[in-house]
Structure formats: structure tokens, C-alpha cells
């Protein structure tokens, strides 16, 4: 994966991950000063929306994607920025004010592993959160190109469609790992899209599951998938909301 990965990134999911890390950052009652890590940071939706709150100076991100990593130290100079998975993060114990970790948690190898290690480089009484697409519900950024799939393809799903991320899950993981009272919501942010090309030029770029979906059909398959996105999403211009569950609890 080059650095333009990055880039690509940001036009796939950032219109979705940036308004969401807005509300992330205020879930997670970061304040200026503190001591905050980005866990699972890719090119740093939730670190750059971290920075102008904490400061740069304070603030962490981990990777372990090597072109993330580098497309966030280019545009965050200052904050510390470092390869590493979730499940082994390399920062001593009770050291940071805040760990979040935003969009993540279900690509962890070990969700248990990488929160248990979240919680472990907290300080004391530390807030400790996490948020997920509602993929499970059917309200994530995508389910109507995932609508659309079934549609026309209605076996496609057994193998191609996203990990499902059901209403507790996150909950159910946090409680594994050991966290006390842990404290469920949802967040919800809305993008825009001028025209439907806007919306749908990001799907065939190959990005994530639906990008590497596309990319494996014919032109004869690619039309008609095309077609029934059009048919089910609003005229033109048009707003897709877009559902996360997050969880939140003290270390």
C-alpha cells in the first residue's frame, strides 16, 4: 500500500469519518493538555480533529499500516506517530489521559487483546473508547451499496459483504476486557453528495470490501450493480446518514 492509499482513503471513507470524529472527540471528553492516543489511527481522521483540542505536542497515533503512518507524520509533524498494532502498543503503562480508538476495533486480530492493551497504557480513571460502524443494523455509510449487492447479486453477501457489527458487540467486548460499567451509544453523522458520480466513483477505486468487490465483477455486473444503486439512493443532491455504536468506560 503506497501513501496514496491514503489519499484514497480519505475520498472512500473521510466524509464519513471526519464529522464522526468530531462527535468522537467529545464522547471521549478530550481536553486540552492531555496526553491522548489515536489507536488504529489510519491517515488520521480522528488525529487530526485530536490536534487543535490537545495540541500536537501531546498527542499520539498508532498504525500498522505503513503508508498511514506516514501520511499522518506528514500532516502532523509533532504528534508521535508509530507503527505498531493494538494489541501491542508501545507505550508504558497508565500513560495517557484518553485512548480511543475510532473505526478500528473490528479489524483488530484480537479485539480483547487490543483493548485490554488500551486500557493498560491509560492512567488510572482514564476515559478508554471505542466506536464501530453499525454494519450488523444496516445503518452503516454503505448499506445501501450493500443493499444493492444483494439485489442483484443475492449470494454475494455469503462472502463479499462487510464483518457484521451487531447492537452490543462493542459493549460485550469492553465487558471481556475487563472494563467497569462501560456505557453504550450511537453516534450519527450525515455526508453530502452533490451527485450520484460523487457517491459512486469512491466504490470503484478498490478500496476496503466494497472497493475490492467491485473490482472483481465484469462491466456487465458493474453496470447493473451501478444502476440499482442509482435506483435506490434520492435524487440528486442528496444526504446519507450513517450510524456508529460507541462505547466508552473508565480505566
Known amino acids: ?47 487530526a480533529r485530536l490536534a487543535p483540542v490537545t495540541g500536537e505536542d501531546t498527542l499520539a497515533a498508532v498504525d500498522p499500516s505503513p503508508a498511514f503512518v506516514a501520511a499522518v507524520r506528514s500532516r502532523l509533524p509533532r ?29 483488530m486480530t484480537d479485539p480483547v487483546a487490543g ?3 488500551m486500557r493498560r497504557v ?14 450488523g443494523g444496516g445503518t452503516g455509510p454503505f448499506s445501501t451499496f450493500w443493499t444493492a449487492v444483494h439485489d442483484v447479486a443475492p449470494t454475494a453477501l455469503d462472502d463479499s459483504g462487510p464483518a457484521e457489527t451487531p447492537e452490543g458487540h462493542l459493549l460485550a467486548l469492553f465487558d471481556e476486557a475487563g472494563f467497569a460499567e ?24 478498490g478500496l476496503g470490501t466494497a472497493g475490492a468487490y ?4 465484469d462491466h456487465n455486473a458493474v453496470t447493473r450493480l451501478r444502476a440499482r444503486c442509482r435506483d435506490l439512493l434520492p435524487a440528486p443532491p442528496f444526504d446519507v446518514p450513517a450510524t456508529a455504536w460507541a462505547v466508552r468506560a473508565r480505566a
Open 122 to 135: 491509560a492512567a488510572p480513571g482514564a476515559r478508554v473508547a471505542a466506536c464501530v460502524w453499525d454494519h
Open 182 to 205: 462501560p456505557e453504550r451509544s450511537t453516534l450519527t453523522v450525515t455526508a453530502s453528495f452533490p451527485t450520484f458520480e460523487d457517491w459512486w466513483e469512491p466504490f470503484t477505486l
Open 214 to 217: 467491485v473490482a472483481g465483477l
Open 79 to 107: 504528534v508521535d506517530v508509530r507503527r505498531a498494532a493494538a494489541e501491542s502498543l508501545p507505550y508504558p503503562d497508565d500513560h495517557f489521559d484518553a485512548v480511543l480508538a475510532q473505526l478500528v476495533v473490528n479489524f
Open 1 to 47: 500500500m503506497s501513501v496514496d492509499a491514503a489519499t484514497v482513503y480519505d475520498r472512500f471513507m473521510g466524509r464519513f469519518a471526519e464529522p464522526l470524529a468530531d462527535e468522537f472527540v467529545r464522547l471521549g471528553d478530550v481536553r486540552a493538555g492531555q496526553r491522548v492516543l489515536d489507536v488504529g489511527c489510519g491517515p488520521g481522521a480522528l488525529t
Open 115 to 117: 483493548l485490554r492493551e
